[in-house]
């Protein structure tokens, strides 16, 4: 007589491994029962489901990729390189659901090549451990689960697709993820023998499909290069808070402390790790952490090391930010007197930017010398915008869109020849060209909205990505929020202090009055009438 098969030849890929995990349980209840039930069963050959097609027999001994494996999770082991790092407040919570329903989706598995045992392959960890766990306390129906095998293929693969899963499924902390990027950048760099920069890495990671941006990984690398000492009070870093706070101003003390003759790796192994390595004990005892107390912390160690008062400091690092390329010279210079102090003749003097007009301008010249009476209604917005721009000498630099947001948007100052041009900001410093073009600049950007409000100059992401793909803007955001910093560094320095349009606004013989009067009436008009659609 023909031994029946588990399996009728007209069984489909779930069936087929849902009898196989039957069978199993089945067995294992059998042999608990023979072992005086609370004894622990002996081990069960592991079952293996394989997607061949029906026609085919089922060989124990082959492992396809995406075949369905019946597994005791006991056999299973953890990813050696998991990118978590903590549990999770939530897992308790995930343990709980698994108890009362079991696994919603299977895990995956695979083996490194000349292994014997399998190991977690996308994610998973997590739930291994509770199975693990249910299995001690005497859930023995966990004692077999179906698991899908997937055929190795790379160390990067595993480690990426941990990251994929880790993401996608439950939040991991900025460190776990700026751990696990750059540990992926460094195994694709082995095993393809190449030595990845961080635009180069944004358009690999793109390739694979895993797509990350070049300033996100400007903040993984600072993390893990620059924090690692923060120990167990890393997982309390933001994104945000680590680029504005700690990444950004521990910059600009590196290039203070530069200045004065020290280097980066004495920067940091003298003044901030020590830093460092006190919010880490201080957040072991208290479970304390504040990016703006780590960064001041940080502030205060550079003084005590310049022999200086906190506040000359935070001036120097004010000069530094209007001018970059400062001296220690030019940064010790005490400040000159406001000029409502200033007594005597030079009180009444007209103002710098009404000398500088006068020194660059030839009387003659209709943008510096027309004034314009207000008018009874306000012009329109783009005869006010190119008004505007030709005054202070940025008409080359406008485009008027009208599918953008405001309108229209302020390119980059880049000179039409390959020769490097002087930033607008040195330019102005040096009395050079229109004495309003730096400032009149930025307020366009402002104004058009592709710089956001604040203290920095972050383009607003909705705007640059309604920008044309051949402007300037959008090709250095493409290549990576550090081209976007170099252009503007290059072209037309920091964002000023916007006190300067108090002054354009309130003085009624300046010559920008009427023109910039007229140019936010109209364009204050112009969002009246689209809010009031």
């Known amino acids: 007589m023909p031994s ?4 009728p030849l007209s069984a489909t890929v779930s069936e087929a491994a849902r009898n196989l995990a039957q069978q199993q349980r089945r067995l294992l209840v059998q042999q608990a029962a023979q072992h005086g039930g609370g004894a622990t069963p002996p081990a069960v050959p592991t079952l293996h489901k394989v997607t061949v097609p029906h026609d085919l027999p089922i060989d124990a001994g082959y492992e396809p990729d995406n075949s369905v494996l019946v597994l005791n999770p006991l056999e299973v082991d953890f990813y050696d390189g998991n990118p978590r790092f903590e549990l999770g407040e939530d897992y308790q919570q995930l343990k709980t659901s698994i108890r009362r329903q079991g696994l919603n989706t299977k895990l995956s598995v695979t083996r490194r090549p000349g292994a014997a045992r399998y190991m977690v392959e996308a994610g998973g960890n997590r739930r291994l451990r509770i199975l693990k766990e249910l299995i001690d306390e005497g859930e023995e129906r966990f004692r077999s689960e179906l698991f899908v095998f997937r055929a190795w293929r790379s160390e990067s693969t595993v480690l990426l697709r941990h990251l994929s899963e880790n993401i996608q499924r439950a939040h991991m902390t900025l460190y776990e993820e700026a751990s696990g990027i750059l540990r992926l950048k460094g195994l694709l760099e082995h095993e393809r023998g190449e030595t990845y920069s961080l635009r180069r890495l944004e358009e690999i990671l793109s390739d694979i499909g895993f797509p990350v941006t070049k300033s996100a990984l400007s903040i993984y690398a600072f993390v893990v290069e620059r924090l690692a000492l923060l120990g167990p009070a890393a997982k309390a870093l933001t994104v945000k808070a680590t680029r504005d706070v700690l990444q950004n101003g521990l910059n600009r003390l590196e290039r203070l402390t530069s200045a004065f003759g020290i280097d980066t790796t004495a920067f940091y192994e003298g003044l901030i790790n020590p830093v460092l390595e006190e919010a880490s004990r201080r957040y072991a005892e208290l479970g304390a952490f504040d990016h703006e107390d780590l960064y001041e912390a940080c502030e205060l160690a550079v003084a005590d090391r310049l022999e200086a008062k906190q506040g000359d400091l935070r001036r120097w690092l004010a000069v530094l930010k209007a001018n970059p390329r400062a001296t220690r010279e030019e940064l010790m210079t005490p400040p000159s007197p406001p000029a409502e102090e200033v007594q005597g003749p030079s009180a009444s003097a007209p103002s710098i930017e009404a000398m500088a007009l006068r020194s660059t301008q030839p009387p003659s010249s209709p943008e510096m010398t027309e004034r314009f009476e207000p008018a ?11 008004r505007f721009a030709a005054t202070i000498g940025a008409g080359e630099f406008l485009r008027l ?59 607003d992401d909705e705007v640059l990505g309604a920008l044309p793909a051949d402007c300037a803007w959008r090709k250095a955001a493409d290549a990576g929020y550090e081209e976007v910093e170099r252009l503007l560094a290059n072209t037309t320095g920091p964002k000023p202090d916007f ?11 300046h010559p920008l009055t009427n023109t910039l009067t007229a140019l ?13 659609r």
């Not at 006190?499 to 013989?509: I, R, S």
């Open 4 to 7: 029946r098969s588990a399996f």
């Open 376 to 386: 009874e209604a306000p012009d329109e917005p783009e005869a006010a915008l190119r």
């Open 401 to 459: 869109d009208s599918s953008l947001p405001r309108g229209f948007y302020v390119e980059a100052p880049v000179p039409a020849s390959s020769d490097p041009a002087m930033p607008l900001d040195l330019l102005h410093a040096q009395g050079g060209g229109n004495p309003y073009l730096y400032h009149g600049w930025w307020l366009l950007m402002q104004l058009s909205g592709l710089v956001a409000a604040g203290d920095g100059a972050d383009l």
């Open 499 to 509: 006190a300067f349009v108090l002054d354009w606004l309130a003085t009624p013989a």
């Open 520 to 532: 936010l009436a109209s364009l204050r008009e112009r969002r009246e009438a689209h809010d009031s």
